[in-house]
């Protein structure tokens, strides 16, 4: 009989390193499986990690991507990672993204074509409460009811996938766009344009949030008592509530960070690279947000180093697909080892094999 058997003292070192070991492990499995669709593995693997950073024929171009595509990824999974340190298990992020982009965008549109100052920041704000009362829909089921949060911001994400079609193709369509389903594009509207703050760098304000982010929460969990009751409410849930901690509130400021910050991703996106609201505005940056949050161990400084690795993986997995004719689900199943692997050494991290034969009883 093979069974798992707790380890006393997981080591520390092994433990620090599994994020490491999971990327290598990808690397190789990853490698073997670019092999069955013809392609060599080692330049598999080359032109998806090296060649958008080092090689000069796309650097140019790829690199100002990395932050392009790690800013939402950062943002979301700070917002993930505190409720996931609570033992809240937020997987709606996608959802709260695409609603916190369609509210933002809704109250910029209403003001169109007016070239306030005040419009963006009032889009900035309408993304982040967009996302929020998303979020609170399962909070509020959750505190009130004992529903599994899980399932219903799951859910969600289906409902908010629907609410974007209905939208891109009726209320929010451009009504000079031919019948086209689309918002108008903010990128010619330079009042609602979320453009580079520093030109060719990929930096605009999303990543500067997503950095604040990371800054906040770093000093959040580590400094402030807030911090303190949510990982008191994951790693001992009766210690908690005997030390006075209330697990409503922390369900619903777990969720309500979570929504918040997701929304402000998908407004930064929607009115950046994006560039309008559309049926497929989504890029599944909610669901690849879970694999960076554990991924960096959900500490504030492991996501925004998790954040730029899933980025370069995004980067180098479109290059992968221009040069050597990989199919995007190859490139997404490679992305999602990287979470298979990463538990699967946390398990034989905390727990080892072990071999004995099953007691008969007679």
């Known amino acids: 009989m093979i069974s798992l058997e707790k380890r006393q003292q997981p080591s520390q070192v092994i433990t620090a390193i599994t994020p490491l070991i999971a990327v290598a492990l990808t690397m190789i499995v990853g490698g073997i499986l670019f092999s069955f669709y013809g392609a060599d593995p080692v330049e598999s693997i080359r032109v998806i990690f090296w060649d958008p950073m080092f090689n000069q024929q796309f650097a140019g171009f790829t690199r100002p991507q990395l932050l392009v595509k790690a800013g939402p990824l950062i943002l979301?999974?700070?917002?993930?990672?505190?409720?996931?340190?609570?033992?809240?298990?937020?997987?709606?992020?996608?959802?709260?993204?695409?609603?916190?982009?369609?509210?933002?965008?809704?109250?910029?549109?209403?003001?169109?074509?007016?070239?306030?100052?005040?419009?963006?920041?009032?889009?900035?704000?309408?993304?982040?409460?967009?996302?929020?009362?998303?979020?609170?829909?399962?909070?509020f089921l959750k505190v009130r009811f004992g529903t599994n949060e899980i399932l219903v911001s799951l859910m969600l994400v289906y409902v908010a996938q629907n609410i974007l079609i209905s939208v891109s193709t009726g209320l929010l369509r451009n009504p000079e766009g031919m019948g086209f389903p689309g918002s108008r594009n903010f990128k010619q509207w330079d009042a609602a344009h979320n453009a580079e703050i520093i030109a060719n760098t990929g930096m605009?304000?999303?990543?500067?949030?997503?950095?604040?982010?990371?800054?906040?929460?770093?000093?959040?969990?580590?400094?402030?008592?807030?911090?303190?009751?949510?990982?008191?409410?994951?790693?001992?849930?009766?210690?908690?509530?005997?030390?006075?901690?209330?697990?409503?509130?922390?369900?619903?400021?777990?969720?309500?960070?979570?929504?918040?910050?997701?929304?402000?991703?998908?407004?930064?996106?929607?009115?950046?690279?994006?560039?309008?609201?559309?049926?497929?505005?989504?890029?599944?940056?909610?669901?690849?947000?879970?694999?960076?949050?554990?991924?960096?161990?959900?500490?504030?400084?492991?996501?925004?180093?998790?954040?730029?690795?899933?980025?370069?993986?995004?980067?180098?997995?479109?290059?992968?697909?221009?040069?050597?004719?990989?199919?995007?689900?190859?490139?997404?199943?490679?992305?999602?080892?990287?979470?298979?692997?990463?538990?699967?050494?946390?398990?034989?991290?905390?727990y080892r094999l072990r071999f004995g034969k099953r007691e008969v009883l007679s």
């Open 76 to 139: 979301i999974a700070i917002g993930l990672s505190i409720g996931f340190r609570a033992g809240i298990w937020n997987i709606g992020a996608e959802g709260q993204y695409i609603v916190g982009a369609i509210c933002g965008a809704g109250a910029g549109l209403a003001f169109y074509p007016s070239e306030s100052p005040l419009i963006f920041p009032l889009m900035i704000l309408c993304g982040a409460l967009g996302g929020l009362a998303w979020a609170m829909i399962p909070a």
């Open 204 to 350: 605009h304000w999303g990543v500067v949030a997503a950095f604040i982010a990371v800054i906040g929460a770093y000093v959040m969990m580590a400094r402030h008592i807030q911090g303190f009751n949510i990982r008191l409410s994951g790693e001992a849930p009766r210690a908690a509530r005997f030390a006075g901690v209330n697990p409503g509130r922390v369900v619903f400021l777990c969720l309500g960070l979570a929504g918040l910050l997701a929304g402000l991703a998908g407004l930064f996106e929607v009115t950046g690279p994006a560039g309008q609201v559309s049926g497929q505005f989504n890029a599944g940056y909610g669901f690849t947000a879970i694999i960076v949050a554990f991924l960096g161990r959900l500490h504030p400084i492991g996501i925004l180093l998790a954040g730029l690795l899933m980025a370069l993986t995004y980067i180098g997995g479109e290059l992968a697909q221009l040069m050597l004719g990989l199919p995007g689900a190859a490139i997404q199943l490679f992305q999602g080892m990287l979470l298979f692997f990463l538990l699967a050494t946390d398990v034989f991290t905390n």
